[in-house]
């Protein structure tokens, strides 16, 4: 929003929310009816190509978005290097509102004009050539002339300033403006697009090629790395005046007073107004290699985790903004009802990446002080990691990102969901195991501070406890139970053979909390420790009002109205962990996982030990240092 917003800021559908496409349903299926029922000769190719086209819109600005937040994770050739936070992220969620907007003056200007300028043909070469020379003649001058006087403090404060409010710029920033001036864009493009029509020479190629020259070059202009070669203009050196690179316009968005052109940096040069160091900022972002940018020194601290269901490609950090930006949820809302019909889409591309992709891939990038943190994700799904069969080459997968990590000189990597478990890895052991006294980095299971997190969100005043799940395979179950008896606290368990091992572990003085409960209603506790493996069916067993505390990475169904659910053990980050612009799974805005943060203490403590396998550091220790460092509970701690 502008800082003094004007007359038409807003969008004429903005009421409407995610169901503003359904504006162009009549048109789309209207056009659709038409081609079907006309014979071949009359058949409308120009208006029944508008919704594919409008489409095919979409998937170009969604792979420059994917792209730009790719490069910019591993700061290849990155320009500016300032963090993104949710603000930007929720100020550019409408990215979309100028297709809409585009689709329908096409539908309306196609309804009206004679049937003799509508049937157009794919290609005049005439037609071609004039859309350039309009281009570069009227569009880019009014164009610069009309950017100008948008810097006016008027129109600025007014309109202009909504744009410039995202200094770190991403693709979809391109097209962030208000309504009002997306008007005067519509009219500024059209001229060349008008012109073809009128003067009858217009075609498919020439009308949907200028819009997708539009589409390309504003999104290369705001993606925020450099990547146009040097040899272009070493070859062609007036290429310069007529093509701008990503960081020519970056530096308007850091500068604001200098580079006004559209695409063409040649009425900068004639006014005046080119900013001096384009072209050393250019050649510096191109000298910026992603090999100097992952140094040695550069990472210190990854998490290592992996796709969930089939949809949650969406929701990494390079995939739909609009949901990286939230919790993702097992079940659709009814604004995400584009998911349901992506699902054929999304399970195609499921498959490809467990058959084709065969190495993590970095999702995303964060600094906390002078510690650089990454995200690496490994390409798999969590009903792969279920199946027996399939754990040798998930290990492989998880062993070469760690020695990969190694051989970068990170110093800590945590394993995160279910890249660690006894039955996979041993909890991350089989890894040291196989490359004895050789690994330099600190392999992180994150027990000791999910185990910490969850004693300490135990309400007040708290004296029994069910501890439910697969408790004697679990690390953190077990760290639990052994804690909760020393501090006094009951803690029943309903399978015997989990009451003999638990109470192996647990200090012979302490044993006595340990409790072996005979049935749900023998225990009438309202305090239940859960694992992901929860049932429906013991769910309603529990009394109203009971709260559920996961201890496990992955959380149970909720599935209870009247009874409470915390989440995975998780803390809220210090407002010093910068470019937090996404969420962590089912986590909440700048929530993490203990298991994520476990590596990060880990690293900031500079503790030379591996937590993996049955080692465990102390739980009141890194509870206490994870406070110290500025993170914070969720909830109210006992």
């Known amino acids: 929003m502008a800082s003094k917003p004007g007359i038409l800021t807003e969008w004429p559908w903005k009421p409407l929310g995610s169901y503003k496409h359904v504006l162009l349903a009549p048109w789309a299926m209207h056009s659709i009816y038409c081609f079907i029922g006309s014979r071949k000769s009359e058949r409308d190719y120009a208006y029944f190509l508008i919704f594919p086209f409008l489409l095919l819109r979409m998937l170009h600005d969604q792979i420059w978005i994917s792209l730009s937040r790719y490069r910019t994770a591993k700061r290849n050739n990155r320009i500016v290097d300032k963090t993104i936070e949710f603000d ?232 739909f903004a609009s949901l990286a930006s939230k919790p993702h949820r097992y079940t659709y809302t009814l604004s995400q009802w584009y998911l349901q019909l992506l699902w054929p889409f999304t399970a195609s591309c499921s498959v490809l990446v467990s058959w084709i992709y065969g190495r993590t891939f970095v999702s995303e990038s964060n600094t906390l002080d002078k510690l650089k943190l990454q995200t690496w994700v490994v390409p798999r799904y969590i009903v792969q990691y279920n199946l027996p069969w399939r754990r040798e080459a998930i290990n492989s997968l998880i062993e070469e990102a760690i020695l990969e990590a190694d051989a970068k000189g990170v110093k800590v990597i945590s394993l995160g969901l279910l890249n660690q478990g006894e039955e996979l890895n041993r909890n991350g052991e089989i890894y040291l195991e196989r490359h004895p006294n050789k690994l330099k980095i600190k392999v992180v299971d994150g027990s000791s501070l999910a185990a910490g997190v969850v004693v300490n969100s135990l309400p007040k005043a708290t004296a029994h406890v069910l501890l439910r799940g697969t408790v004697t395979a679990n690390k953190v179950a077990n760290a639990v139970a052994s804690s909760l008896c020393q501090m006094g606290i009951k803690v029943a368990t309903l399978r015997k053979d989990d009451y003999e091992k638990l109470k192996l572990r647990i200090p012979v003085e302490a044993q006595h909390n340990l409790v072996l409960s005979t049935s749900y209603a023998a225990h009438k506790t309202k305090i239940w420790l859960v694992g992901d493996d929860l049932t429906g069916r013991e769910q309603a067993r529990a009394p109203k009002g009971t709260t559920f505390i996961p201890y496990t990475q992955i959380p149970p169904r909720k599935l209870r109205k009247d009874c409470f659910y915390h989440s995975t053990p998780a803390m809220i980050i210090p407002p010093s962990l910068s470019n937090m612009h996404s969420c962590e799974n089912w986590l909440g805005r700048r929530v993490m996982s203990a298991w994520r943060i476990a590596g990060i203490i880990h690293a900031l403590e500079g503790w030379d030990l591996n937590e993996c396998g049955q080692t465990m550091c102390d739980i009141h220790q890194v509870w206490h240092a994870s406070l110290r460092h500025g993170f914070r509970p969720l909830f109210p701690v006992a």
């Open 88 to 319: 930007q992220v929720d100020r550019e969620r409408n990215w979309d509102d100028q297709i809409v907007f585009n689709g329908l003056i096409f539908y309306i200007v196609r309804m009206l004009i004679p049937p003799s300028y509508s049937n157009l043909p794919f290609w005049r070469s005439d037609g071609v050539i004039l859309t350039i020379l309009m281009h570069m003649g009227p569009v880019e001058f009014l164009y610069y002339w009309f950017h100008r006087a948008l810097h006016h403090h008027y129109l600025y404060s007014r309109y202009h300033s909504h744009h410039h409010s995202s200094i770190v710029t991403e693709p979809i920033t391109s097209v962030i403006h208000p309504f009002a001036e997306h008007i005067v864009y519509f009219l500024l493009f059209a001229i060349p697009l008008v012109t073809t029509v009128v003067l009858k020479n217009a075609s498919i190629a020439s009308l949907a090629g200028y819009i997708i020259y539009v589409d390309f070059m504003n999104n290369m202009g705001h993606c925020n790395f450099e990547f146009v070669p040097m040899w272009l203009f070493t070859v062609f050196p007036p290429l310069k005046f007529l093509m701008y690179t990503p960081s020519y316009h970056s530096l308007h968005h850091t500068q604001f007073r200098t580079n006004y052109s559209l695409f063409m940096p040649i009425y900068d040069y004639v006014y005046g107004t080119i900013d001096r160091s384009s072209d050393s900022v250019y050649e510096k972002s191109l000298k910026r290699s992603g090999e100097e940018e992952e140094s040695a020194d550069d990472v210190d601290v990854v998490h290592l985790t992996h796709l969930t269901t089939a949809e949650s490609i969406y929701h990494l950090r390079i995939g």
